[in-house]
């Protein structure tokens, strides 16, 4: 284990979720990526080399991360069972989080999953593959559309998922690919403790939302905070990495850890140089006139929109 690297997952604090005694690392790991590719199809099957999936999500944790982000539709099932095979027994204070409400189908393509038949199955399917007996957050993924959150209600899509919490199968709720009124929605059926939305330097559509979920100390977690499977790329961040002497995507990745405490970063590698990047990220300080260049990125950058 690299000692500075435990030592700037540390740095970037910790966060408590709501009503909760589930405190994590700022900085968590994403497990999408662990999972394979075949042909066209996205995270689908497992990966070239199980051995450095396992490497990877070892390492995280001996670096200090306590806080990975999955879901059972990634493979499908592939990503958990990776997870389980690596850490079970967990670490007392590692926070698995995970979502529902898609999946896949078999040509790779990710569809809708909310029936209460397929979300009760979509969590026992985590538990089996974790090899939990309670999930600490599901987070429900609304799929709306593919491109982005949709407005409409999500009461029908969330009540289920209540009720398998009221089972004690599921410790707390969280949200995924929602806007700002079915968040206030949500909140009137069930205690939110999170939201899952894209967010990123060239993607700041939730600026506003950011600001008022930290007002109720709720988690804000984007998902591809580096870009996704098209990596952030432009001249304005090239340019802060060479002045503060480390890599585009560290300095995207502690962008997000200045922007708001209520962030929680899940940058997702399967390469353990990759994730030894990320990790010293947390480290990194901006300064505040560097904050301002990074600003004009958001209107200068192209996202990839897939999760």
Do not use: C
Request: hydrophobic share 40%; glycine share 8%; aromatic share 6%.
């Amino acid at each position: 284990m690299d000692q500075q690297v435990n030592q700037a997952v540390n740095l970037a604090g910790s966060f408590t979720f709501p009503d909760s005694s589930l405190s994590v690392n700022r900085i968590g790991y994403g497990a999408m990526q662990l999972a394979g590719r075949d042909g066209n199809k996205l995270v689908w099957g497992p990966p070239r080399d199980v051995d450095q999936a396992i490497a990877v999500l070892r390492e995280a944790v001996a670096s200090g991360v306590n806080h990975i982000d999955t879901s059972d539709f990634y493979g499908p099932h592939v990503t958990n069972q990776i997870i389980r095979k690596a850490l079970h027994p967990y670490p007392e204070d590692l926070v698995i989080v995970t979502k529902v409400g898609a999946r896949r189908g078999e040509d790779g393509s990710w569809n809708p999953a909310y029936s209460r038949e397929g979300l009760t199955v979509a969590v026992h399917d985590n538990l089996r593959n974790l090899g939990l007996d309670v999930l600490d957050v599901v987070n429900l993924r609304i799929m709306f559309s593919i491109h982005g959150p949709v407005e409409g209600s999500i009461e029908a899509q969330l009540t289920p998922l209540a009720e398998l919490q009221q089972k004690g199968l599921i410790r707390h709720i969280g949200l995924s690919n929602v806007t700002p009124a079915q968040i206030a929605e949500a909140r009137q059926i069930v205690p939110i403790v999170g939201v899952q939305n894209q967010y990123n330097l060239a993607h700041r559509a939730d600026d506003m939302l950011v600001a008022d979920l930290a007002r109720d100390g709720i988690a804000y977690v984007p998902f591809f905070p580096l870009g996704g499977f098209s990596p952030l790329q432009s001249e304005e961040l090239s340019d802060v990495a060479a002045r503060l002497d480390s890599t585009p995507m560290q300095v995207a990745l502690a962008w997000l850890l200045h922007r708001s405490p209520n962030i929680l970063v899940i940058p997702g590698t399967s390469s353990l140089n990759h994730l030894r990047e990320n990790l010293k990220a947390a480290s990194l300080r901006i300064p505040v006139e560097v904050l301002a260049d990074l600003d004009r990125v958001s209107s200068a950058v192209p996202v990839s929109r897939h999760e």
